[in-house]
């Protein structure tokens, strides 16, 4: 289910599980679930996520920072949100449209940190079950982000970025970033990369070019 899916379909109640990741199968009890919402109400927080269990093992998550800006930042597979905070969320990401799951929550969470804070449980709150397990090394998933496949993807992330920095004024008064400034920067970069400096998807480019 699309996060809009999802909200709709829970609308009467006052805070709304969402389920980021279709791969797994997530468990919590009622004491966990009283003690999230227990968290949620005495800190009028707009969105929380919480440490969680797989396989027994304990994965902590890291504290969100507000302005963080990262499209991965890893929030686990569940997150809660407050009706409210989510209704005016979604009010504003009516006209635009979103490829993927993955696009949406961007889109949807750094919308919803306009409304109220993002926080974090620092407790193992809830398990999950893989459905589908990713074996492959920790070395090839780190590059999954360059993977051709993925650029779309990190297009449409760059866009959403750009659309919410632009919405909340971030630019500082009179800075113009032009063609001149980029390439001083990227003659910069390379300097302190071994290996050269790559732009990346983030300036229209594919790998190698």
């Known amino acids: ?24 199968d997530i468990n919590i009890d009622d004491e ?9 109400q ?4 707009a969105m929380f996520y919480c440490d969680y269990k797989r396989n027994d093992e304990w994965i902590p998550l890291i504290d969100y920072q507000a302005g963080a800006l990262r499209d991965d930042f890893d929030f686990g597979p569940f997150v809660m949100v407050d009706r409210d905070a989510a209704v005016k969320a979604l009010e504003y ?20 940190s306009t409304v109220g804070p993002i926080m974090h449980v620092d407790q193992p709150l809830y398990t999950v079950t893989a459905k589908v397990v990713d074996d492959r090394p ?14 779309e993807i990190q297009r449409e992330c760059e866009e ?22 980029k390439d001083a920067w990227d003659e910069r970069l390379a300097q302190v990369f071994n290996r050269g400096f790559w732009d990346g998807y983030y300036q229209g480019e594919m790998l190698g070019e």
């Open 1 to 24: 289910m699309t996060i809009r899916d999802q909200i709709e379909s829970q609308k009467d109640e006052k805070y709304i599980f969402l389920q980021l990741n279709d791969s797994v």
């Open 32 to 40: 966990s679930l009283n003690a999230v919402i227990n968290f949620a």
């Open 42 to 45: 005495g800190r009028h927080c």
């Open 93 to 112: 990401l009516k006209p635009y449209s979103h490829s993927s799951k993955y696009t949406e929550f961007y889109d949807f969470r750094l919308q919803i």
């Open 138 to 151: 920790s070395g090839y998933k780190q590059f999954d982000y360059v993977n051709p496949r993925n650029a």
């Open 160 to 181: 959403i970025c750009t659309r919410y920095l632009e919405d909340i004024n971030a630019n500082p008064p009179g800075v113009v970033f032009t063609e001149e400034k």
